[in-house]
């Protein structure tokens, strides 16, 4: 069973940065899929970003499209959500989720494994 952690959340003042990661119990993450999702106070959770397994294929949200990287070690079995010009309505709880099959997705019920979340607060 594939479990995943996320760390690196914060508060931050707008226009910052923050470096999300998440941590694998397995080194076959390397063959897995992975998203970042978050959910904004009083909104669905919504996709962000995504990886295919060899990180060749990424898709970004349009709203973060520019400012959020996503890319992986799989040597380390991590994947980090670089964000960058962070505003206030990036504010939420971020989550890292994967899948098996190897190309990406923005479909939440298509990623069976799911971490904790992070809080991430963009705010004066």
């Known amino acids: 069973q594939l479990q995943v952690v996320e760390s690196g959340g914060g508060l931050v003042q707008p226009g910052g940065s923050l470096r999300l990661s998440c941590v694998a119990s397995?080194?076959?993450?390397?063959?897995?899929?992975v998203g970042w999702f978050r959910r904004s106070p009083g909104k669905d959770r919504e996709f962000v970003a995504a990886?295919?397994?060899?990180?060749?294929?990424?898709d970004y949200a349009d709203s973060v499209k520019g400012r959020f990287t996503i890319s992986r070690d799989n040597a380390d079995n991590t994947v980090y959500l670089q964000m960058n010009s962070l505003n206030v309505d990036d504010t939420a709880v971020y989550y890292c989720?994967?899948?098996?099959?190897?190309?990406?997705?923005?479909?939440?019920?298509?990623?069976?494994?799911w971490g904790q979340g992070t809080q991430v607060t963009v705010s004066t």
């Open positions: 989720a994967a899948r098996r099959p190897t190309d990406v997705s923005r479909a939440i019920t298509e990623y069976p494994y």
């Open positions: 397995t080194r076959a993450f390397n063959k897995f899929t």
């Open positions: 990886s295919s397994w060899l990180g060749g294929t990424t």
